[in-house]
């Protein structure tokens, strides 16, 4: 049984840090492309970033630069550092496992919601 499961998340005054952490199960974690993203409130959900096995990283444009993606291969996890964070920030931050970047089909984590606000 694959299971994904994320961690990290909560209310953080604008400015502040937080980092996630999405721990996986069921899968050979090597093989697959490991990814964050999120969804705020009334919008689509959106791809954060991503990485490969190799270490290959895609961000998305807006918010490289603030946000940090890592993978521990043999502890089965990946990470998100999410730095000087805005109340646009605020959404539930998913984790996501598929087997190539071509891939659309994997498995999704539950959610952890982020909240940013004085």
């Known amino acids: 049984q694959v299971q994904l499961v994320e961690s990290g998340g909560g209310l953080v005054q604008p400015g502040g840090s937080l980092r996630l952490s999405c721990a996986a199960s069921?899968?050979?974690?090597?093989?697959?492309?490991m990814g964050w993203y999120r969804r705020a409130p009334g919008k689509q959900r959106e791809l954060v970033a991503q990485i490969t096995s190799g270490g290959t990283i895609t961000y998305a444009g807006s918010l490289m630069g603030r946000f940090f993606i890592s993978r521990d291969n043999t502890e089965k996890e990946e990470y998100l550092q999410m730095n000087t964070l805005t109340p646009e920030d605020t959404a539930v931050y998913y984790c996501?496992?598929?087997?190539?970047?071509?891939?659309?089909?994997?498995?999704w984590g539950q959610g952890t919601q982020v909240t940013v606000s004085s």
């Open positions: 996501k496992a598929r087997p190539s970047l071509i891939s659309d089909y994997g498995y």
């Open positions: 069921g899968i050979t974690f090597i093989n697959y492309v």
